[in-house]
């Protein structure tokens, strides 16, 4: 079938569920909550940091993006309720269109499309693994084949990035958990100290909080936890393995 083909001004918007760290409200300190609902939305082209666009490839006179592009740091994200890692949300967030066409290139890689026609979904940073619950707008005349070799390419991408980007997880959280082990030591040193004043203990508490939320304990939260964790070198080999077949007559039209 043929599918749109993204452009930098297409937008996403979404829901996308990550750990947070509810704001304080006295006596209490602040309290961790898994999973919590953010809205969140950005075109792809994003701020241009790490967006794949092309600057000779046009579609509809606006850039055309390459499978695996990232929309990168600065995503909308709504926190329903507050969040107090919200602004680290804003600058660890990824959202990668995985989808591509591989027998249309733009300047020598697969072209990202809408694997609904004219709707697509990305990839998000998400909590524990990256995932789709959002929807990409690809209205356009500009269509690009897409077949089954193409979706069972994009799925193999989407299963390496899931799967690393759980692993650095893990391993992120591991190395956190003895900075914070080193951090809880200190404060059983000063904790005389800490209890003999109550706003420092809220203060010390509120840190204890803090420090459980990204580290797995009673909630962990992963900086790592992004889509495009798998990098281009995976990206690159599944291109190369695709271009290999649409050169050697492909199974599928």
Not at 151 to 169: H, K, Q
Not at 232 to 253: A, C, H, K, R
């Given at each position: 079938?043929?599918?749109?083909?993204h452009?930098n001004i297409h937008p996403?918007?979404g829901?996308?569920l990550?750990?947070?760290v509810?704001?304080?409200?006295?006596?209490?300190?602040p309290?961790?909550?898994?999973?919590m609902?953010?809205?969140?939305?950005?075109?792809?082209?994003?701020?241009?940091?790490?967006?794949?666009?092309?600057k000779?490839?046009?579609?509809h006179?606006?850039?055309?993006?390459?499978?695996?592009?990232?929309?990168?740091?600065?995503?909308g994200h709504?926190?329903l309720p507050?969040n107090?890692l919200?602004?680290?949300?804003?600058?660890?967030?990824?959202?990668?269109?995985?989808?591509?066409?591989?027998?249309?290139?733009s300047?020598?890689k697969a072209?990202?499309?809408?694997p609904?026609?004219y709707?697509g979904f990305n990839?998000n940073c998400?909590d524990?693994?990256?995932w789709?619950?959002?929807?990409v707008i690809?209205?356009?005349?500009?269509?690009?084949?897409f077949?089954m070799?193409?979706?069972?390419?994009?799925?193999?991408?989407i299963?390496f990035?899931?799967?690393?980007?759980?692993?650095?997880g893990?391993?992120?959280?591991g190395?956190a958990g003895?900075?914070a082990?080193?951090?809880?030591?200190?404060n059983?040193v000063?904790?005389?100290?800490?209890?003999?004043?109550n706003?420092?203990?809220?203060?010390g508490?509120?840190?204890?909080?803090?420090i459980?939320?990204?580290t797995?304990?009673?909630?962990?939260?992963?900086?790592?936890s992004?889509?495009?964790?798998?990098?281009n070198e995976?990206?690159?080999?599944?291109?190369t393995?695709?271009?290999?077949?649409?050169q050697d007559?492909p199974?599928?039209?």
């Amino acid at each position: 079938m043929h599918c749109s083909i993204h452009t930098n001004i297409h937008p996403m918007v979404g829901v996308d569920l990550h750990n947070a760290v509810l704001p304080a409200v006295p006596p209490a300190p602040p309290l961790p909550a898994p999973f919590m609902p953010h809205i969140v939305a950005q075109v792809l082209g994003g701020l241009n940091i790490t967006a794949a666009t092309t600057k000779t490839v046009f579609s509809h006179n606006f850039f055309t993006l390459q499978r695996g592009s990232d929309i990168g740091p600065f995503i909308g994200h709504v926190p329903l309720p507050a969040n107090i890692l919200f602004p680290l949300l804003i600058l660890t967030s990824g959202s990668i269109s995985e989808f591509g066409a591989f027998s249309v290139l733009s300047e020598g890689k697969a072209v990202a499309i809408a694997p609904l026609i004219y709707v697509g979904f990305n990839y998000n940073c998400y909590d524990p693994v990256p995932w789709n619950t959002n929807l990409v707008i690809a209205p356009g005349t500009n269509m690009a084949g897409f077949n089954m070799a193409d979706f069972c390419a994009s799925l193999v991408s989407i299963a390496f990035d899931l799967a690393l980007s759980f692993a650095a997880g893990k391993v992120a959280k591991g190395l956190a958990g003895q900075i914070a082990s080193k951090v809880s030591l200190g404060n059983a040193v000063l904790d005389p100290f800490v209890r003999s004043i109550n706003t420092s203990q809220f203060l010390g508490e509120a840190l204890e909080a803090t420090i459980g939320a990204f580290t797995g304990s009673p909630v962990g939260y992963s900086f790592t936890s992004l889509p495009g964790f798998a990098g281009n070198e995976t990206d690159s080999l599944i291109d190369t393995v695709m271009n290999e077949y649409y050169q050697d007559g492909p199974l599928f039209n």
